[in-house]
């Protein structure tokens, strides 16, 4: 087994890795911006190290220097997370370049998946379904291709991800305007102009194959995930397993899955994204080659560690599990909790978490990267936590979920936590009829505050009133003196250790 690792990240996935690497007696050195100093993640690990200022380029992106407090740390291997450097191939070999693990696939495979022509090129070649499209960025081959398929298609960035670079044509005149804004925006984006264009399949659903995978030949997957609720191509509720995909359904997408897994030389824990379309087929999206962000939800239906394993398979051993002991039990939701503005299009909400009270009981998991008095920055990503819920059947953690999301308590920032009540109590998400549209085809996307989270907030600011009256009282009578709290003494021991590693 490993000995110790650095966590080339930050915030929730941190802490996330940080914890399986404990558990299996594996040390953890954080990595942490001067933005991040106080946070979580940074206090959890056994030596954290500064890296720089709050952008994210001067700090969680700067390879030279997390390579560096490796060194000095003494780190045999390093977890990437997900997001910043984790499907960075050149980071990949500038880690096993410097004698060091990397706890994910090969840069080969990373590199390859990383291409969407070379990617589509491979899963053909391996069986996978593709939609029909132009395996080529010439102009020639684009045109060609519409004229094939027909309208709509979508034209999409090769190096692209996240909705960047990607137009939706309807007609034969928009295609020349569409190709020229989308290359401009990927070459923005990912500094590589090369788009292509693929069948638009009309509000499909999104949904994707957990896969993991040895340096000993060994390739199973882990049942599917339902990804469809997105707004602006970003996920923002997932489920497993998919109220659309039954058995047989779940078996041809699985050796789909790990086909596409083998052909690349994958090892590690990694995602195919499939398309599922109304009358049941299948067609390869992409492959994710890092851990995702939604990967609880498999843990929780299948009662496997999938950090566990990633350190497992980077220290040499073969996958604990054969494809005849995975089984699906229960369901499990994931909710992604942001602070945003439902109020300015969503926009993210900057400020000091003045409150913050997560939910619990039955079921309930929260991977956060947060607590009270945090500050929530501009500079990254304003994911707050992952809220997860399991429960015997798919109503009953859609129950327990509404449950625990009205347990929430957040203030200084504004937050998502309204709309994804409005998406889990709409009929159509009761009744499992999602598409990646759900939002906008449901009017979903207005601002709306449901009047029970008015409610609650009410009761919950007396009740938080209340108690500091008692708190007030207890100290002017001499009592309720307790020693300073662990969260200074540890804000201490980081200060501390900030250079030296102790």
């Known amino acids: 087994m490993l000995k110790r690792v650095l966590i080339a990240n930050r915030g929730e996935i941190a802490l996330r890795i940080i914890r399986g690497c404990h558990e299996l007696d594996v040390e953890t050195v954080a990595v ?88 589509r090129r491979l899963m053909s070649a391996a069986g996978v379904p593709i939609t029909p499209g132009a395996d080529s960025s010439d102009p020639k081959d684009i045109l060609a291709a519409c004229r094939k398929i027909g309208f709509p298609v979508l034209v999409k960035a090769a190096a692209g991800g996240g909705g960047k670079g990607m137009r939706i044509v309807h007609e034969m005149d928009e295609l020349e305007s569409s190709v020229a804004r989308a290359q401009s925006e990927a070459e923005k984006a990912f500094a590589d102009r090369r788009v292509y264009v693929e069948k638009y399949i009309e509000r499909p659903r999104h949904v994707e194959v957990q896969v993991m995978a040895d340096t000993h030949g060994n390739v199973v997957h882990l049942g599917e995930r339902e990804c469809s609720i997105q707004r602006r191509y970003q996920k923002i509720i997932e489920e497993a397993p998919s109220p659309a995909v039954d058995d047989a359904l779940r078996a041809r997408m699985g050796e789909a899955a790990v086909r596409a897994a083998r052909e690349c030389g994958y090892a590690s824990a990694g995602t195919v994204e499939f398309l599922l379309d109304t009358e049941g087929a299948f067609y ?113 953690a859609r129950r327990r979920t509404l449950r625990a999301l009205a347990e929430y308590d957040i203030g200084g920032v504004r937050h998502n936590i ?85």
């Open 284 to 396: 390869f999206l992409e492959m994710n080659t890092r851990l995702q962000v939604e990967h609880p939800v498999t843990e929780m239906v299948t009662g496997f560690d999938l950090v566990h394993a990633q350190l497992r398979i980077a220290a040499g051993e073969k996958l604990p599990w054969a494809q005849s002991d995975v089984s699906l039990v229960g369901h499990a939701f994931e909710c992604r909790i942001y602070a945003e503005d439902p109020d300015n299009n969503f926009m993210p909400s900057v400020g000091r978490l003045t409150r913050y009270a997560e939910p619990g009981g039955p079921g309930v998991r929260v991977d956060s990267g947060v607590e009270a008095g945090n500050e929530v920055s501009l500079y990254y990503d304003p994911q707050l936590a992952k809220l997860v819920v399991f429960g015997p059947t798919r109503e009953q």
């Open 418 to 502: 309204p709309l994804l009540r409005r998406v889990l109590d709409h009929p159509e998400f009761v009744a499992g009829n999602l598409s990646t549209h759900f939002l906008s085809d449901h009017g979903l996307t207005e601002p709306v505050t449901p009047q029970g989270d008015a409610r609650r907030r009410v009761v919950m600011a007396a009740a938080i009133y209340a108690a500091r009256q008692v708190q007030a009282i207890s100290v002017h009578n001499g009592h309720g003196r307790t020693a300073p709290s662990r969260w200074r003494e540890t804000g201490r021991r980081l200060t501390l250790r900030t250079e030296n590693g102790r």
């Open 32 to 119: 942490y911006s001067e933005a991040d100093r106080f946070a979580p993640f940074a206090r959890a690990a056994d030596f954290s190290y500064e890296i720089g200022p709050p952008p994210a380029a001067e700090s969680y992106l700067r390879v030279e220097r997390i390579l560096e407090v490796a060194a000095r740390a003494g780190a045999d291997a390093v977890h990437p997370g997900y997001g910043f450097l984790a499907e960075n191939a050149d980071f990949a070999e500038q880690v096993t370049a410097a004698g060091l693990v990397w706890i994910g696939p090969p840069a080969a495979a990373i590199r390859a998946m990383g291409d969407k022509l070379e990617a």
